[in-house]
């Protein structure tokens, strides 16, 4: 079967991103969208910088704590650490899955996992929860415990669809001591709604949500948030990995914090 065309005139969430990390993965109709979003909040840049890092963090983290599985949903185009990478410096024998709904992020992503048998991709979208759970479990064991990353794409889910819904559907067959990370932008004052509008004609317009919003996908998960909860981004235990004194990590992450209003967390199954 023929490939399917790549849509390249509709902005795409997942290339806009690859452009404001420095990627070159992205066509000029994602271009022009990033940079018209860069035009009213130029932080836009240090948001997804600190969202990769947060990103990180957390799995270096979480293969510390024991982790080996991993399903990242909503994955976004290749860069340096990827969830495998990280995870495998810390276990190698860990296992991660990838879901992506863009052709491109997958295709990408094939080509950089053809001889790694532990880390796999599949193209799936995040609204179809029980055909993601179907497909991961011919690569995950589920009598184990999992990381379920939601990083930065439940922005991307309308009212409508049920974000809460898909949460709950992922996380309620999960063993306990299985994981829940979330990242989410914060609705907080007309900069952020004015940048948010520049998804409108992107691949998935992007929905901003209160604080408490947020924090009710970990209630959705039945999970409990570990410390320091739900916090902004860069305050998510900023020394982890960092080579920095602690401190100073501490500082720089408060000042970025100041600047991007995206919230981030890590919910724990009870066991």
Not at 47 to 62: E, P, Q
Not at 117 to 130: K, N
Request: aromatic share 6%; charged share 25%; with cysteine.
């Amino acid at each position: 079967m023929a490939a399917r065309k790549i849509d390249q005139a509709t902005p795409n969430v997942a290339r806009m991103y690859d452009y404001y990390l420095g990627g070159k993965d992205n066509f000029p109709a994602d271009r022009d969208a990033a940079e018209k979003v860069l035009a009213v909040m130029p932080e836009a840049r240090l948001y997804a910088r600190a969202n990769r890092a947060f990103l990180r963090r957390v799995v270096l983290y979480l293969a510390a704590a024991g982790v080996r599985q991993f399903l990242d949903i909503g994955t976004g185009l290749p860069s340096m650490g990827n969830v495998h990478e990280v995870a495998q410096s810390v276990v190698p024998e860990a296992r991660t899955v990838y879901v992506d709904y863009d052709q491109v992020v997958v295709q990408h992503g094939r080509a950089m996992l053809a001889t790694d048998a532990r880390t796999t991709i599949m193209q799936m979208d995040l609204r179809y929860p029980v055909h993601i759970l179907t497909r991961a479990q011919e690569h995950l064991d589920f009598d184990q415990p999992v990381a379920v990353l939601m990083v930065a794409c439940l922005h991307f889910v309308s009212d409508p669809e049920d974000p809460a819904g898909i949460v709950s559907t992922l996380m309620q067959d999960m063993e306990p001591g299985s994981y829940l990370v979330v990242s989410h932008v914060m609705e907080t004052d007309e900069t952020a709604r004015a940048a948010a509008a520049g998804y409108k004609a992107a691949s998935a317009p992007a929905v901003l949500r209160a604080e408490q919003e947020i924090a009710g996908f970990f209630e959705a998960g039945e999970t409990e948030l570990i410390d320091p909860g739900l916090v902004r981004v860069p305050l998510w235990r900023p020394e982890i990995g960092s080579t920095l004194p602690d401190k100073d990590a501490r500082e720089v992450a408060e000042r970025d914090a100041a600047l991007v209003a995206m919230v981030g967390g890590v919910g724990v199954k009870p066991r």
